[in-house]
């Protein structure tokens, strides 16, 4: 019995998961009346996408591989405001599957929220590993949201991606609002923040779009009714060239954009992880 249990041992940690129930149990956490639009969806996207897209492909440091955005000082921050909330709802998950990674669990969130409120097959691997708070990246590596096109740029082509695919990802601001109290920004970008469309393109173009007036920082509301709005760094995807020809492609064409952003997004989640050899991809169903 002793070879036995030695084996049983060395299976990994990352196979003794069920993912398609992990899934389910994702799926089970999303909605909640008394919170935001009724949905952690947006916010389960956010976390999956902040937790990966601290990677830089010259060091080949960050992305979602050691789950770090859980310890400070990567927690706190500035740009991290508020994920304690998408963390907090799924920490119950994790004392539930011992096994899973944080890295895994999170990113796993990110696909429910994107599919369940019902956007493309999101493929994703497990097989991340934690690790601990000395692997926290240094602040500045995602976006600052009062910047323009040059700053995004410069943040994604550093993650290794290209105009198009920075285009597409941009799509998911369709997906719920900024909150006063974790960055500043204020609103929804459009009335359905618990759907996922193209209407961030849609909204983008054909809006007149004006400066809030308001004591928080800059940002845009649509003219007349004030009810949406964008970023800065939102504009810019209107305002630079190269960037609108793809936001004219998507909002007119929703399945090139689903088939964009679902390449692009499993990309982010994957950068800068060394996936085991036999780790299986999974496109799982959406629970509907
Ligand atoms: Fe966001 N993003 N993001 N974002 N983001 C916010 C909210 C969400 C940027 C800034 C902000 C992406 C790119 C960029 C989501 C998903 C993605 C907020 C508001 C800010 C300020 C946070 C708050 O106050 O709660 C910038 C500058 C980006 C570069 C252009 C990604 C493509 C769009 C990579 C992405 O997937 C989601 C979802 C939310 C909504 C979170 C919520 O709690 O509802």
Redesign the pocket.
């Known amino acids: 019995w002793y070879f036995y249990s030695k084996q049983q041992d060395e299976t990994p940690a990352w196979k003794k998961v069920n993912y398609q129930s992990v899934y389910k149990d994702i799926a089970d956490l999303l909605e909640d009346e008394d919170y935001?639009d009724g949905s952690y969806g947006?916010?389960f996207?956010?976390l999956a996408?902040h937790a990966s897209?601290t990677y830089d492909k010259k060091t080949r440091t960050g992305g979602s591989s050691g789950g770090t955005i859980r310890h400070a000082p990567e927690a706190e921050h500035g740009a991290n405001?508020?994920l304690e909330v998408a963390r907090r709802r799924l920490e119950p998950l994790k004392q539930k599957y011992r096994n899973i990674s944080y890295g895994d669990l999170y990113t796993l969130a990110g696909v429910v929220g994107i599919q369940e409120l019902g956007g493309p097959t999101i493929q994703w691997r497990p097989g991340r590993s934690d690790l601990q708070a000395e692997a926290c990246t240094p602040d500045g590596r995602l976006?600052?949201?009062a910047q323009g096109a040059d700053h995004?740029r410069d943040?994604f082509y550093r993650m290794g991606f290209d105009d198009r695919e920075i285009a597409a990802?941009?799509?998911?601001?369709a997906?719920?609002?900024?909150?006063s109290n974790?960055?500043?920004?204020e609103g929804p970008w459009n009335a359905s923040?618990t759907a996922f469309t193209n209407f961030f393109y849609t909204e983008l173009l054909e809006n007149t779009w004006v400066t809030k007036k308001w004591d928080g920082p800059k940002q845009f509301v649509d003219k007349p009714t004030g009810a949406f709005m964008m970023?800065p760094?939102?504009m810019a995807f209107k305002t630079d060239p190269r960037f609108r020809t793809y936001i004219e492609l998507y909002a007119r064409d929703q399945d090139t954009f689903f088939n964009d952003f679902s390449a692009a997004?499993a990309k982010?989640l994957e950068l800068g992880v060394k996936f085991p050899d036999d780790a299986p991809t999974y496109r799982f169903k959406p629970l509907d």
């Open positions: 935001d947006p916010v996207v956010r996408w897209g405001a508020g976006p600052d949201a995004v943040i990802l941009v799509g998911a601001h997906l719920g609002r900024c909150h974790r960055s500043g920004y923040p970023l760094a939102d997004f982010l």
